[in-house]
């Protein structure tokens, strides 16, 4: 998966392990126990997603690149994930501060705040890259004799070569915003997409029943694509057949305008997640025997595409 900006999301395996783990504790316990339980708890899930768990390790605090003290976070996964876990009623703002200042006085850029306390569990992913603190500072005196010139003034000429660069340089821009905005649509809409297949994935992990639903429903989520569609749907897979079939819909979801799927690995595609791992059905073959391709493209200019990826453990991405 990519972020908004369209760089890779940092750490991707790693936090859908811990996701997956969190899920796993969060079904079982609910909002139950004390935080000494659900941490203990934690340790074992995240091992036995392979992952490396330190707990109560003292780290190093900086103050402008300058070591000032330490702070001991709940847990560090994979040398690079810090977590801090709570099992309180609701985050408040103070929570998220003082986990962001935690996490910016440190050496990790990457934290996850998780609170299983509450009706719902609460991962709060906090991103943190010192490359951030550089600014670049330009003194305006530094050339003395550009200053003295700007001083002075324009002539009629001066300000008439000016005035028909700035509309040049405005029609260079402008053209180039509306191609840059309709490309960013196009990201968008890929990562709303791959939002509500995890949107699915996440009912199933956590076994969430379905109105009506008859006895013999295993809790089975998925989403329904068709190729050249303007819209997808999320479904509850109620008769147990791994694809969508009419009356199990559950929300039609529309991508942006001018925004259309051009592609798909499979015509019709069902994307199925079977809890309690979960385990991905894709178009009916359970366990998933291949990977899952959806291709987004514009209207407007069909070359420009996103493709979505899910492949057989659940693991979204998304490529040009």
Do not use: H
């Not at 991962?123 to 670049?136: G, L, M, P, S």
């Not at 291709?295 to 200019?301: I, R, V």
């Amino acid at each position: 998966m990519v972020t908004k900006t369209g760089e890779k999301l940092l750490y991707e395996e790693i936090t859908y392990k811990i996701r997956k783990a969190c899920f796993k504790i969060w079904k079982q316990f609910g909002g139950a126990f004390k935080e000494r339980i659900v941490d203990r708890a934690l340790s074992l899930a995240l091992k036995n997603e392979g992952l490396k768990v330190e707990n109560q390790k003292c780290i190093k605090i900086y103050y402008d690149n300058v070591k000032v003290g330490t702070y001991t976070p709940d847990k560090i996964v994979n040398e690079n994930v810090l977590i801090e876990v709570k099992c309180k009623p609701y985050l408040t703002k103070e929570d998220e501060r003082q986990f962001w200042l935690y996490l910016k006085g440190s050496e990790y850029k990457l934290g996850l705040l998780i609170n299983f306390g509450t009706k719902k569990l609460e991962i709060k992913r906090r991103v943190y890259d010192k490359a951030r603190q550089k600014i670049i500072r330009v003194n305006p005196r530094s050339n003395p004799r550009l200053s003295a010139s700007i001083n002075k003034g324009f002539t009629l000429l001066e300000l008439t070569v000016v005035i028909a660069i700035i509309i040049l340089l405005s029609g260079i821009v402008l053209s180039n915003y509306r191609v840059g905005e309709k490309e960013y649509t196009l990201l968008r809409s890929a990562q709303k997409l791959a939002q509500d297949l995890r949107r699915a994935e996440e009912l199933a992990l956590s076994a969430k029943a379905y109105p009506g639903a008859p006895s013999s429903f295993k809790g089975g989520f998925g989403v329904n694509f068709q190729i050249n569609s303007i819209s997808y749907t999320l479904f509850a897979d109620l008769n147990d057949n791994k694809v969508f079939d009419p009356g199990e819909d559950l929300e039609i979801l529309n991508l942006e305008k001018k925004v259309k799927i051009s592609g798909l690995s499979a015509s019709p595609l069902n994307i199925v997640f079977l809890p309690p791992d979960p385990q991905v059905c894709i178009s009916g073959n359970c366990p998933a025997i291949s990977e899952a391709q959806i291709t987004l493209s514009l209207e407007t200019n069909p070359a420009k595409t996103k493709i979505i990826k899910v492949n057989q453990i659940g693991l979204i991405t998304i490529n040009n």
